[in-house]
């Protein structure tokens, strides 16, 4: 059974701050990982979608990297603004064909 | 349209009742999903659909809970007889295909209270 886990669960950094949020599974055989940011009481925005071919994709500040073999992936945000407050969840999409949601982080950029 | 709709944005139920929430995926979408949010980043997968076919219901307390994706109409959850614990934030959500780079598209949600 797939299992998603984030660390850290929640982060607080200063504005410009380069941060890495942690995505983990267990279950190595995925069609693809995606990204979504959370605002509160809003639904989710698709950030980054990774496929299971591919090691990284990149959009504007955001990094999100993938390694399959090891059950890891992280997104990388740089020069955090307070606009990047949000829950960052991964959410992994396998044989199942189902996507599998992490415990997600919550991120807090202090001005 | 190039969104997720999901109506209402919010539903109050006495408990007991029935609660019905709607969602219309981005045409053209063959794939639809239904979560739910309980807590605050706790998704549960409920039930999928491919087109107007139930693709995967292992989520789905089917003793209450009943979803369709007719066409030409917005696909539907239903809940008989809500109990407190059906408080949470319902999510639709659609994807084109099947092709590992089709990405998941999320709507706003319709958050049901239980009272």
């Known amino acids: ?111 | 349209g190039e969104e997720v709709a999901q109506t209402p944005k919010h539903l109050v139920r006495g408990e007991g009742q029935k609660a019905k929430l709607y969602c219309a995926p981005i045409k053209g979408h063959s794939y639809v999903f239904w979560y739910q949010q309980v807590l605050k980043n706790e998704f549960k997968f409920l039930i999928s659909f491919q087109n107007e076919n139930v693709f995967d219901e292992t989520g789905m307390p089917k003793e209450r809970f009943s979803a369709k994706c007719l066409p030409n109409s917005p696909c539907s959850l239903e809940i008989q007889a809500t109990k407190l614990e059906d408080s949470a934030v319902y999510f639709c959500a659609s994807r084109l295909g099947t092709l590992q780079s089709n990405v998941l598209t999320f709507g706003a949600g319709s958050r049901l209270t239980v009272l």
């Open chain 1, 1 to 111: 059974k797939q299992e998603v886990t984030q660390i850290p669960a929640a982060l607080s950094v200063p504005e410009g701050e380069n941060l890495v949020l942690n995505c983990s599974f267990t279950d190595s055989a995925i069609y693809n990982l995606q990204w979504f940011r959370q605002d509160p009481g809003k639904g989710l925005t698709s950030l980054l979608l990774i496929q299971s071919s591919q090691r990284e994709q990149t959009s504007g500040r955001l990094n999100a990297s993938l390694d399959k073999s090891s059950g890891r992936s992280t997104l990388y945000i740089a020069a955090s603004q307070p606009g990047d407050s949000a829950t960052y969840l991964c959410a992994v999409f396998s044989g199942t064909y189902k996507y599998i949601f992490g415990t997600g982080t919550r991120l807090k950029v202090l001005a």
